[in-house]
């Protein structure tokens, strides 16, 4: 599937990966939500909205004015969070929450990249208080994430900075290819979510994995590769080499708060073809 080594006289090139579902089995931000509420961060009115996000993020996706709607809702949620203490959090639960749920095809896909020579790149819409120290666990040499606006107590303010979603993830990797001299004809790009598309669009070689009922339609319309990541594996269950200490993450285009703290999954709050099960779990959300 992927060159074995890469011709170092040709221009670089890189493997751009979503994060939510295609990376890792679940949202990376609402894996966090329950280490929120025990440092205090959310109440437990917001641990069980989130609990309810994430039942609807394993289900399916949303429209884009049901993820704009979830977007202002996460961010009002984590104004006056310290961007200290949000750290601290996801440093302590880090391995415990997210080494079990990456995709070993995905970490395999990352070692393969490596060792072709091209470079790795995290490109997700949650915050880079989460995205950057996953990133870093997995050998990423970049991520590009959303990025909230902090104040000067260190605090978020609610308003987002930067929001690396859609289109805006396409110009993003369009950005890196021209900084780091990325051949874009060359490079690869991953996602499970047709909001990707452009993203997908910017590269030679576009990649739908998990896809959503959207991007599988875009992708056998345009004879795109569809890959299915089925085994979540804990890297230290991994070949030693997979092991070694990362490289050191850049962050490319934001570093943001987790006040993103679900920006990631915005897309995926709701959608109208959900059974019995999910109709009640919307009420409860709403009268929460």
Known sequence: MLSLVENHSLPRTAAFFDLDKTVIAKSSTLTFSKSFYRGGLISRRAALRTAYIQFVFLAGGADHDQMERMREYLSALCKGWNVAQVKE??????????????????ASL??????????????????????????EM????????????????GCFTGEVEYYAYGPTKAEAVRELAKSEGYDLSRCYAYSDSATDIPMLEAVGHPYAVNPDRALRREAVAREWPVLAFEKP??????????????????????????????????????????????HRLADGFARI
Do not use: C, N
């Open 89 to 106: 959090l996801v440093a302590e639960t880090l391995h415990d929450l997210i080494d079990p749920i990456i995709y070993d095809e995905a």
């Open 110 to 135: 990352i070692e393969e990249h490596h060792a072709a020579g091209r470079d790795v790149v995290i490109v997700s819409t949650s915050g880079a208080e989460v995205v950057e120290p996953i990133g």
């Open 138 to 153: 997995l050998g990423a040499d970049r991520v590009v994430a959303t990025r909230m606006v902090v104040g000067e107590d």
């Open 233 to 278: 594996v804990r890297l230290k269950q991994r070949l030693p080499e997979f092991r070694m200490p990362p490289r050191p993450t850049l962050v490319a285009a934001a570093a943001v708060g987790a006040a993103a703290v679900g920006a990631g999954l915005v897309w995926y709050a709701a959608r109208r073809r959900q059974a019995a099960l999910t």
